[in-house]
């Protein structure tokens, strides 16, 4: 072995240089595995909660809607069947915005609102034998926001929808980035100087034929906390990540909980009804203003097409299960969360001490031979405190990191 480019050594050795590369290989293979194993549960905390939550929003969006499509079959029977369209594009875009569309909640119950005037006026307001025209129906809609036939009630479901939803989709965004700052550390790229500084610990001793021994606790630090140097960067920004999702879960109850503001949608939509019919007349006279009088033509209205039951099998589903409401389940999973605070700050401390270096007071591999203890100095964690490392040259933060690290600093902001 004359040509050993890491392994070299005073005595013989029983390595060529083909086995060396091949120990390279093996030696990146087997601590991209104990990054893994180490972040497992973490991942797994954050995946299954992530996913978990998206279902319960996901169901919680088909209750109030069908909440809200059984109020106009059980008391607005003559629309129901124009009003529920209206009611399911409606639902489309809160799951849209929840799951991260780029749209407004002030837009979308806009939307709702301008639509639905068109069928209240036509069965409510203004009841004939036959359907408004289409175009009067558009200038009944484009004229909703000036005659404001429910009264306050679109603004004030503005102001739910946005204060309830806002916070959940940013929690989702949140709990999808945790999983992708632990994919990023989990598939680090490792520094050449990193890989032979790896190579030396966990497998040069074979080449002398001690492949029992293990690295010194001193020496498995300075190593792992060279190689980890960027990944320790992420420390300050985890730990303000996983605060700032405990401060926003804790916001997220009470009035503006969306369970809360979702499953009362329809009774919103009821005071609106019940202003316009009340207010009728006067309406009627402001359209006339505006629109001039209803031009109408042959009527088409269907009953009432939605499937009630299929609804309600959900409803006593999540009503059994409402003991474990989203509140105390965001609670219980900030309280895991939290163990994990100092995971990044203490990740090459975390590897040493569990798997990689020899127990203390036993012989040890220090790079160079078996000795009785690690004798240079044993550096800190962070790129700063890499400069004095006598094993590993560090050369500056991985761009892959900056971009997470960058991340983190967003999310964290919104």
Not at 278 to 298: D, F, T, Y
Request: net charge neutral.
């Amino acid at each position: 072995g004359v040509d050993l480019q890491v392994c070299t050594s005073k005595n013989p050795t029983c390595c060529t240089k083909k086995m060396e590369e091949r120990y390279q290989t093996a030696a990146k293979q087997d601590i991209q595995q104990v990054l893994q194993t180490s972040s497992a549960t973490l991942k797994f905390l954050i995946s299954r909660n992530a996913a978990t939550f998206q279902e319960t929003f996901e169901m919680l969006i088909r209750l109030a809607e069908n909440y809200t499509s059984t109020l106009f079959c059980n008391a607005y029977r003559n629309m129901a069947a124009e009003a529920t369209v209206r009611v399911q594009e409606f639902f489309t875009d809160v799951g849209l915005f929840l799951f991260g569309t780029d749209i407004s909640t002030e837009e979308f119950v806009n939307r709702f609102f301008d639509t639905l005037f068109p069928v209240v006026y036509n069965h409510v307001i203004n009841p004939g034998l036959t359907d408004i025209s289409l175009e009067y129906a558009e200038c009944l809609r484009v004229a909703r926001r000036d005659i404001r036939p429910f009264g306050n009630v679109p603004k004030k479901a503005i102001g739910q929808m946005g204060r309830s939803l806002s916070p959940s989709r940013t929690f989702l965004q949140a709990l999808n980035l945790g999983i992708e700052v632990i994919n990023t550390t989990d598939h680090l790229h490792f520094s050449k100087d990193c890989s032979r500084a790896l190579l030396r610990m966990q497998y040069c001793p074979h080449c002398q034929g001690l492949t029992l021994s293990k690295p010194c606790m001193g020496y498995c630090l300075n190593i792992m906390r060279g190689c980890l140097a960027d990944v320790a960067e992420v420390d300050l920004h985890w730990r303000g990540y996983i605060q700032s999702l405990e401060e926003l879960s804790s916001t997220m109850s009470g009035a503006y909980d969306i369970e809360h503001v979702l499953l009362n949608f329809h009774s919103l939509v009821n005071d609106a009804l019940v202003q316009a019919r009340v207010n009728g007349p006067e309406l009627s006279e402001q359209v006339n203003k505006i629109c001039g009088p209803p031009v109408r033509k042959p009527t088409q209205s269907p009953g009432c097409s939605f499937d009630q039951n299929k609804g309600n099998q959900g409803l006593k589903m999540f009503s059994r299960d409402n003991e474990e409401t989203l509140t105390n389940r965001r609670k219980e999973f900030i309280s895991h969360l939290r163990h994990y605070r100092s995971f990044y700050g203490g990740l090459a401390d975390q590897l040493c001490g569990n798997e990689l270096a020899a127990a203390d007071g036993l012989p040890c591999w220090n790079g160079e031979d078996v000795v009785r203890s690690y004798t240079h100095r044993v550096v800190g964690s962070g790129i700063k405190a890499q400069s004095a490392n006598p094993e590993v040259k560090v050369k500056g933060t991985d761009p892959v990191i900056s971009q997470i690290i960058d991340k983190l600093k967003h999310v964290i902001q919104v």
